[in-house]
């Protein structure tokens, strides 16, 4: 299973960018796939999760209003449209996968499969 994530750069605050993540995985459907990201010196966090199906979603309160999560599961891909851009949102996000409980689609340790990772910086 490879996850590759991609579309980070440098935006300014208030700005957008669209993150993608293509997956290897051939019952790609039946995962909950999430978007994770990690600030300097800070650990790991949740941004938003999207169910099997797509018909649930979770955010983070940090992101909610903001950020969208998509997916198409024909695709093997899963989307973070990010609008309103924050200093805040400074980070190397991630995509991940896994078999989770719609209770557990933020918890890091329900996922088994990671991408490299992204680069967002927001300037200010």
């Known amino acids: 299973v490879q996850l590759q994530a991609f579309g980070g750069g440098l935006v300014q605050a208030g700005g957008s960018l669209r993150l993608s993540c293509a997956a290897s995985?051939?019952?790609?459907?039946?995962?909950?796939m999430g978007w994770f990201r990690q600030a300097p010196g800070k650990e790991r966090e949740f941004v938003a999760a999207i169910w099997r199906s797509g018909f649930i979603r979770y955010y983070a309160d940090s992101v909610k209003g903001r950020f969208t999560i998509s997916r198409i599961n024909a695709k093997n891909s899963v989307y973070l449209q990010m609008n309103g851009l924050r200093p805040e949102d400074t980070a190397v996000y991630y995509c991940?996968?896994?078999?989770?409980?719609?209770?557990?689609?933020?918890?890091?340790?329900?996922?088994?499969?990671w991408g490299q990772g992204t680069k967002v910086t927001v300037s200010s």
């Open positions: 991940a996968a896994g078999i989770t409980s719609t209770q557990s689609m933020s918890q890091f340790h329900e996922y088994g499969y």
């Open positions: 995985i051939s019952t790609f459907s039946s995962y909950t």
